[in-house]
């Protein structure tokens, strides 16, 4: 996803919850344990522009932390074949490494599809986010009974972005949801807002509204920064940006250490306006000018600018936002970022 996209660089709640779902046992479940299987919507046309697919940067950076750490991962949708991702930038450095892995291209152009695999249990079940992840996964009852029964076999269940709307309606043997009374987090109404007011109209409920119907437990970190939920053996990781956090908790939940890895580029910016965000303006700006090239620059900018786009965006906000754009200005000479800068000074000086 790409928070700038012109500044250089977008009734479900009860719906089959009373369905029982059976648990069985996969009789491989011992030759499984170290399987992850990564969900993707199949709802995505032509590039996410006549119908949005999955996110292929959170797809991409998934398999990567899994199979970092000596994961087999399968690739599955509702229907399988080729999933369409929405559209993307291939030469980020982790979508550039999934593409040129032969294995990993193969099994997302022959996805497998969920009733071919709905009474398998692996170890995790990892779910894909992206605008089509609202339309067709919280309806497939094949996903449905793959999370119950891979949960109800001790299984690790995790979500990011839009994925947690798989979560909503799956029913347990003795009758509950999977999420109720549990803590999670899942793409925010403030995100939403800002990003999704192309298609979000067309959303059977917006995903933060929908689990909290579900009866779970909802937090959230301001827009876009990095925030991943674990409550016991489930995971939900609020934006693309917490897609490699998500991945990681979810290989602690299975009960191993995470392999150390180098962040991205992408995650250290978030990390660093996250240091604004804490109040430490003052070691962000040394961390950046220590090492701009190893920062997204354009992305940190992009960040303070909506930021105070933010609705009811307060004076704590927008003061935010101010020293997140002043932070990246020295290093990105956009117009349009001075120009934002200049409008959230004046929104913040006519504040009362």
Not at 36 to 47: A, N, T, Y
Request: aromatic share 6%.
């Amino acid at each position: 996803m790409k928070l700038w996209t012109k500044l250089a660089l977008p009734a479900l709640a009860g719906a089959v919850a009373t369905i029982p779902l059976p648990v069985h046992a996969d009789t491989g479940a011992a030759e499984r344990a170290g399987h992850v299987l990564i969900v993707v919507s199949g709802h995505g046309l032509d590039g996410g522009k006549t119908r949005p697919g999955f996110e292929m940067d959170e797809l991409s950076q998934a398999y990567a932390v899994f199979t970092d750490n000596g994961l087999t991962v399968d690739i599955a949708s509702p229907k399988g074949g080729t999933p369409v991702a929405d559209a993307f930038d291939p030469d980020k450095p982790y979508n550039r490494r999934f593409l040129d892995d032969r294995e990993a291209s193969a099994k997302l152009e022959t996805a497998q599809a969920l009733p071919s695999v709905k009474d398998k249990t692996y170890a995790a079940i990892f779910i894909i986010g992206g605008k089509g992840a609202m339309f067709d996964l919280p309806v497939d009852l094949d996903l449905k009974h793959l999370l119950a029964t891979t949960y109800g076999a001790g299984g690790v269940v995790g979500a990011v972005c839009h994925g947690p709307a798989a979560l909503i309606n799956v029913p347990m043997p003795d009758g509950s949801r999977l999420v109720a009374g549990k803590s999670v987090t899942g793409f925010s109404n403030e995100e939403e807002a800002l990003f999704g007011k192309r298609w979000a109209a067309a959303f059977p409920v917006l995903l933060e509204d929908g689990l909290r119907g579900a009866g779970a437990r909802f937090s959230e970190a301001p827009m876009m920064l990095d925030h991943v939920v674990t409550d016991g053996r489930l995971v939900t990781g609020q934006n693309p940006y917490s897609t490699s956090s998500a991945a990681e908790a979810v290989v602690r939940a299975m009960g191993r250490v995470p392999v150390v890895r180098e962040p991205f580029a992408d995650e250290r910016s978030i990390a660093l306006i996250a240091r604004v965000q804490a109040g430490d303006g003052a070691g962000a700006r040394a961390e950046l000018a220590a090492g701009p090239s190893g920062h997204d620059v354009p992305l940190i900018a992009a960040w303070g600018h909506y930021r105070a786009k933010s609705p009811g965006a307060d004076r704590a906000t927008l003061k935010t936002a101010i020293e997140v754009m002043e932070l990246a200005s020295p290093y990105y000479k956009e117009p349009r970022l001075a120009a934002a800068l200049t409008d959230a000074r004046q929104k913040l000086a006519e504040m009362p």
